[in-house]
């Protein structure tokens, strides 16, 4: 047997499964943006076949002409995938898979990354949960999910930066448990981070400024009409957190002002 699916196979049968009907919003980033939806389950084999069939953001040009007016098809891209079982959390079977996405006219299509986070569900059949299409072939290489032991909960976690200079990019943390998988939800601490600011400020959120090891989101302040990201800076802020199930409540806030 293929070793990758004796891997999954051993996964699906020690494996606690989530009832079919149970929690799992996904978190999608295409060229379209950023979107949430309620997916249904799949067998491992929908996930791990024709990746190229699980473009959710039509960022594959089938269909469109070249410039000798031949229509693209699937058959004009090449798809080098990875499968990797992360582990558990809570008993439940966590599988990441991973795309890099060439096409035959590279005028058309530029290298394309993918990342889908799977979650067991019952009847040997996986949810999706997170689904990352990173577009143009100038981002960061994909940095792998990671399962964080916080106080007594495991989250899983992933976050994958753009490279621009806006600190942007693709992320989703969550608690797993019987019912589903539920995203953390920062917005008590964010209101905190809020509180402590003046009216005219704002702050970045997500993606970077979170450190789960630490359990503490830092982030700088900045001027509401800044006119770039960099500019209008206003100072520091770290703010301490801890979990109440998927909850995310504030401990400490402190700003620290800018010394310009």
């Known amino acids: 047997m293929n070793p990758r699916?004796?891997?999954a196979s051993a996964l699906l049968f020690f494996a606690l499964t989530f009832p079919a009907n149970g929690q799992g919003q996904r978190v999608v980033f295409t060229g379209k943006g950023e979107t949430t939806d309620v997916p249904?389950?799949?067998?491992?084999s929908y996930w791990t076949g024709i990746i190229l069939l699980r473009d959710d953001g039509t960022d594959l040009c089938v269909g469109c002409r070249t410039s000798d007016g031949r229509v693209l098809t699937l058959a004009d891209y090449t798809a080098i995938t990875k499968v990797s079982p992360l582990?558990?959390?809570?008993?439940y079977p966590i599988v990441q898979i991973t795309a890099h996405i060439t096409g035959d006219d590279d005028k058309l299509f530029s290298p394309s990354d993918w990342k889908i986070l799977l979650v067991g569900v019952e009847h040997?059949?996986?949810r999706e949960i997170?689904?990352?299409q990173m577009w143009g072939g100038s981002n960061?290489?994909?940095q792998s999910a990671r399962i964080a032991n916080m106080e007594a909960e495991s989250v899983l976690a992933t976050y994958d930066p753009d490279g621009g200079n806006g600190g942007g990019g693709g992320d989703g943390y969550w608690r797993i448990d019987s019912l589903g998988a539920h995203a953390l939800n920062f917005d008590a601490v964010y209101k905190a981070i809020a509180k402590k600011l003046r009216a005219n400020?704002?702050?970045?959120?997500?993606?970077w400024a979170i450190n789960l090891g630490h359990q503490q989101i830092k982030t700088?302040?900045?001027?509401?009409?800044?006119e770039c990201h960099a500019c209008g800076g206003l100072g520091q802020v770290i703010a301490d957190f801890t979990l109440r199930g998927a909850q995310a409540e504030p401990t400490k806030v402190e700003f620290t002002p800018s010394s310009e």
Do not use: I, M
């Not at 249904?40 to 491992?44: E, G, I, K, V, W």
């Not at 400020?201 to 993606?207: D, L, Q």
């Not at 700088?220 to 800044?226: F, G, I, N, R």
């Open 40 to 44: 249904a389950p799949h067998s491992l």
């Open 5 to 7: 699916r004796a891997a």
């Open 130 to 132: 997170y689904h990352l």
């Open 140 to 142: 960061p290489p994909l």
């Open 87 to 91: 582990g558990n959390v809570s008993g």
């Open 220 to 226: 700088w302040a900045q001027k509401v009409d800044a």
């Open 124 to 126: 040997e059949e996986y």
């Open 201 to 207: 400020a704002t702050f970045a959120r997500r993606c």
